[in-house]
């Protein structure tokens, strides 16, 4: 039997076990098989993580000069650089993403850094037209303190940047906890991070479950803002464990993208933005394109050539440079995708490819591109985030029509638009009630964007040059400025 891995937590500049010694293991979702052994965190060991960013916070680390903070920042970025190989393996190996897209992306990811690097020492307060002669009033943005920063298995580097990146810009100290489902990669990357000569403590990451590790951390008193990508049900709970603290909270959350393909769309473009929009990371992204509609006078042509394309996506182990589409990350989220798409046929809907376990699932967690017809959204598969490779998909007659349709959707966070018309992507996307709207492309991310969105798909930005300011709280100072005393309180002159 191969010897699993084994990882400790890194806490306040050290590798430390779990105070009660309990460890659980992760699975490779290639093969099903345990590969790894994390700690398992209790009250404890989140309590010791928490203090030691706060000890951290209270040092030299919000004093250093913003420039000082950006270097630390850089040093990340190069580090990223030079183990790109080795985190898109881990990463691999832990959640099944192709590593040709998790190497690529650890390297992308470095702009990140270097990003809010240039932003540290550019972050300016203003002089306010007070009222009041003889007054000078400014306001100042400062660190808020301990960031708990909690992040999904999916996309991982991507939306730890996002939090960590700005948080340390700004002088805040972090505690990063990983998920339960792919946490190696987080300790790979804390391995690099000290390597760059980080105070102690600016940066810790633990592990653990949602109770007691997560529910700790949340609602630590010591902790000021939490930073949480998940789903909705979690975000719930984080919210009333922030009422023990009162701590910020932004929620970057699932959702349900709908995707809107018009009759004079180029059809090649929207087939490749589609597919990858959708089947893409095995469609477990955050921004998946999983409700298509199609306008009436294309659709049949185009359907046809969007299940001809996912019929070719080459289906392997996600270590190989030609595989297409890896394995669904763990079993509990293949058994919802198959619950949802049962339901649905049941109900009416029409399976045009895929809808069951692929022959390499005797193994491993694999499942097809699924392309499933829909007479309304509705159906659980157009309704439901699956986080999966399955679309759903509708016809619509007009642009008032598909509009309403694309709207009628709990969550907000992305959507898609293919058309030559651009007076009507704008329309449509000025309409659509989502955080980020795509026009004749799909699934792009850059430093310089900002990423959230609406209703249940959460609140709150990430990247961006606005989202370092929700790192910060903004004081106000006031300066009497006479050199004659002020009046006397109690005169009634």
């Keep these: 039997m191969t010897k699993l891995k084994e990882y400790k937590m890194f806490i306040n500049g050290e590798w430390v076990d779990s105070e009660s010694k309990k460890t659980f293991k992760t699975l490779n979702p290639e093969n099903n098989e345990p590969w790894a052994i994390v700690p398992e965190a209790n009250n404890k060991d989140v309590d010791k ?87 000078q009033a400014i306001t100042t943005r400062i660190p808020i303190g301990v960031i708990a920063a909690i992040v999904p298995w999916n996309s991982q580097m991507f939306l730890t940047a996002t ?32 390597k760059t000569g980080i105070p102690k403590g600016v940066v810790n990451v633990i592990s653990g479950f949602g109770e007691p590790c997560g529910k700790a951390l949340t609602s630590h008193d010591l902790v000021e803002k939490i930073a949480f990508t998940g789903g909705p049900e979690t975000a719930r709970h984080i919210i009333r464990n922030s009422a023990e603290n009162l701590s910020e909270v932004s929620l970057e959350l699932g959702g349900k993208s709908p995707v809107a393909v018009f009759s004079d769309a180029h059809q090649e473009n929207a087939i ?50 030609d595989t297409e589409m890896g394995p669904i990350s763990n079993f509990k989220q293949l058994e919802t995708i198959e619950k949802n798409i049962k339901i649905t046929v049941d109900q009416g809907g029409k399976i045009k490819c895929g809808g069951k376990r692929d022959s390499f699932s005797n193994k491993g967690y694999y499942f097809p591109p699924t392309i499933i017809e829909c007479e309304n959204h509705n159906l659980p598969t157009a309704e439901n985030e699956l986080f999966g490779p399955v679309l759903s998909v509708m016809r619509f007659e007009s642009e008032e029509e598909v509009i309403k349709k694309m709207n009628d959707n709990k969550y907000g966070l992305s959507s898609g638009i293919y058309t030559k018309d651009l007076a009507r992507g704008l329309r449509v996307s000025n309409a659509i009630r989502a955080g980020i709207t795509f026009v004749n492309t799909y699934r792009l991310i850059s430093p310089s964007a900002p990423f959230g969105g ?40």
């Design 272 to 321: 490749n933005g589609i597919t990858a929009g959708i089947f893409g990371a095995t469609g477990q992204s955050c921004i998946a394109g999983s409700r298509l509609y199609i306008q009436n006078e294309i659709y049949d042509e185009f359907l046809e050539k969007l299940v001809k394309k996912a019929k070719k996506i080459k289906i392997g182990s996600p270590m190989n440079a």
């Design 163 to 194: 939090k960590l990146a700005p948080a340390l810009a700004m002088g805040n100290t972090v505690v990063i906890k990983c998920s339960e489902l792919a946490p190696a990669t987080m300790f790979e990357f804390a391995k690099l991070i000290e």
């Design 454 to 493: 609406i209703k249940d798909s959460g609140y709150g930005k990430e990247a961006g040059i606005d989202s370092i300011k929700d790192y910060t709280r903004v004081k106000t100072t006031w300066f009497y400025t006479s050199d004659e005393p002020t009046l006397d309180p109690f005169s009634m002159r």
């Design 49 to 135: 993580a928490v203090k030691a960013a706060q000890k951290a916070f209270d040092g030299e680390w919000p004093k250093l000069l913003p420039r000082e903070r950006g270097k630390y920042l850089r040093a990340i970025g190069n580090q990223l650089r030079e183990n790109a190989e080795l985190l898109g393996k881990i990463e691999t190996i832990d959640t099944g993403k192709l590593f040709r897209e998790t190497n690529k992306q650890a390297n992308y990811i470095a702009e990140y850094y270097d990003y809010y690097a240039g932003l540290a020492d550019k972050v300016e307060g203003t002089v306010l037209p007070i009222d009041k002669p003889n007054i």
